[in-house]
């Protein structure tokens, strides 16, 4: 049997999976197929551990008065990216005096700017209501969202970082 014949006989295998099994061999087959034919990028392994959830984190953090560098990204796993993504961060504030400050990698996203006000805490702001800072990272930026109470309140910031392999 010649090396192209066992090629073939393999994804013909593959693709047989991927149309007819369960959602954990498909994904490995998706993968496998990806390994065999060389069409993967190199960061292929990490986005394909990603490939049916992309990530995304909700967060609630009560700040105390005056508390400086808040960050609630800090015990993230993928707070450094580990492909290019579209990063969307979603977050808003119950007072008007949070300031943040967005970083990816070395690149100042916004620079410490008042957070919109007004929210509920516990509630996860969405784009229809809130703006939404988003940006092209890098695969091994370090994504950074630092948060600065300012009016001697202990407000609440809710908010959401999306992160899509691109």
């Given at each position: ?54 990530p995304i ?59 919109q006000g ?44 999306y992160v899509?392999?691109?």
């Amino acid at each position: 049997m010649s090396a192209a014949a066992a090629c073939t006989a393999v994804l013909v295998l593959m693709l047989s999976l991927m149309m007819t099994s369960s959602a954990p061999t498909q994904r490995l087959a998706k993968i496998t197929w990806r390994r065999l034919t060389h069409r993967q990028p190199t960061w292929a392994a990490a986005a394909a551990a990603v490939d049916f959830a992309d990530p995304i984190l909700p967060w609630s953090v009560a700040l105390t008065a005056n508390q400086v560098d808040e960050r609630p990204l800090a015990q993230w796993q993928y707070r450094r990216l580990p492909f290019r993504a579209h990063v969307r961060v979603c977050q808003r504030a119950t007072t008007g005096g949070v300031k943040t400050t967005i970083y990816s990698g070395a690149e100042t996203i916004q620079q410490r700017a008042p957070e919109q006000g007004g929210g509920t805490a516990g509630v996860t702001p969405v784009h229809f209501t809130t703006p939404v800072k988003e940006w092209v990272g890098q695969a091994g930026d370090e994504i950074i969202v630092s948060n600065d109470e300012t009016l001697a309140g202990t407000p609440t910031v809710d908010g959401i970082v999306y992160v899509d392999p691109i």
